[in-house]
């Protein structure tokens, strides 16, 4: 015999029930937070500015990625 019974109910409801925290003050703050990281960094992800930054690094970072992309495809190891 094979019983199903189906609850509806918000996810607030469920939490509740079943005795777990209500993390939402917690999910606002962190989301709040993540959109103040993303806003003050936003700058950083502009081409121009990016090609400033790898450029900084000087040619070694292109023999690692040439050297990651060899590896990847079954070329030489580093």
Avoid: H, Y
Avoid at 5 to 22: H, K, Q, T
Avoid at 28 to 50: C, F, H, T, W, Y
């Amino acid at each position: 015999m094979k019983v199903n019974i189906n609850i509806e109910c918000s996810p607030a409801e469920a939490r509740a029930f079943f005795g777990l925290p209500d993390v939402t003050p917690l999910n606002e703050q962190l989301v709040e937070e993540m959109g103040k990281r993303m806003s003050a960094n936003i700058d950083a992800l502009e081409p121009e500015a990016l090609m400033r930054n790898w450029m900084t690094m000087g040619g070694e970072w292109q023999k690692q990625f040439l050297s990651l992309m060899g590896e990847a495809a079954g070329g030489t190891k580093r």
